[in-house]
């Protein structure tokens, strides 16, 4: 058991604050480790805390941002209708934004597609570039032994025992480097979409850019850590736990801990919520 330390950033729960997806705190442990992150890949009840959906409310929503993914080229199909296989093609073929002209392919996303558990993480890196798959690598690794301490993988047939695993960025932004607000805006339709069509039960927000997309603010990690968020998808709501990325535990060991924390958080969440019915 972690002690309570008020030295501590992960301690402390400042007001969530709605502003710019790119905001920096200089309390959060990821901002400072995220190049490093880039280069690399060259038993308690929950209580539950309403959060902003991204993908409803104002993230960047304005017109100068305005997806251009809000129908695709798949016969005219709109996103929030489309099924799998349409899904994909619309991704592999989007061009939306400048993205398509420096990546090598787009990263979808992999798993269990009936999953109860579904994983975000923020963007590839060069291996999934690579490859065409997420969370792939040492870093990709790390999370899937923590996984399957807890009994989960991406490769389980058992939905109760599988992860679907995605990012909120379909490219791999050039260098590793930030993903912009528009870049996000311009992906998020095909991200709600993927959310929609697996029906998570729960969802595992991995790094600070997937958590500020997702929830609609600028905090830090620090301070969206410890608490069960709630996410609205296609009139569902979404339990939603924020995690480091493995990538910064890999480079920070002494906070495996405390993702393992936000782990148990998960289990003891997906607990309280047994109910078949919340599919």
Request: aromatic share 4%.
């Amino acid at each position: 058991t972690e002690e309570s330390d008020p030295q501590d950033p992960e301690q402390r729960h400042p007001q969530v604050q709605h502003r710019s997806l790119t905001g920096r705190h200089p309390e959060d442990p990821e901002q400072a480790d995220h190049d490093d992150h880039e280069q690399e890949e060259r038993q308690r009840p929950p209580a539950v805390v309403r959060s902003a959906s991204a993908f409803d409310d104002a993230l960047v929503h304005d017109a100068a941002v305005a997806p251009d993914t809000a129908t695709a080229a798949e016969a005219g199909v709109p996103v929030d209708r489309m099924a799998w296989p349409q899904l994909q093609a619309a991704v592999a073929s989007c061009t939306a934004c400048g993205l398509c002209g420096s990546r090598r392919q787009t990263v979808f996303g992999a798993g269990n597609q009936a999953a109860e558990w579904m994983l975000i993480g923020e963007a590839p890196g060069a291996e999934e570039d690579a490859r065409g798959e997420p969370f792939v690598g040492q870093a990709g690794r790390l999370r899937d032994n923590m996984l399957a301490a807890i009994g989960l993988s991406r490769g389980a047939d058992d939905p109760a025992q599988a992860v679907y695993i995605a990012n909120v960025l379909k490219c791999r932004p050039p260098g590793n480097r930030n993903p912009e607000p528009a870049e996000v805006a311009r992906c998020e339709p095909y991200l709600k979409r993927q959310v929609a069509l697996v029906r998570p039960r729960i969802l595992l927000v991995m790094g600070r850019f997937a958590a500020q997309s997702l929830l609609g603010t600028d905090a830090s990690i620090a301070s969206l850590r410890g608490r069960v968020h709630s996410i609205e998808v296609d009139g569902r709501s979404i339990p939603a736990i924020v995690t480091y990325h493995p990538a910064y535990l890999l480079r920070n060991l002494a906070d495996k801990s405390k993702s393992w924390a936000d782990l148990c958080l998960a289990l003891d969440t997906m607990a309280v919520r047994s109910d078949p019915n919340q599919r």
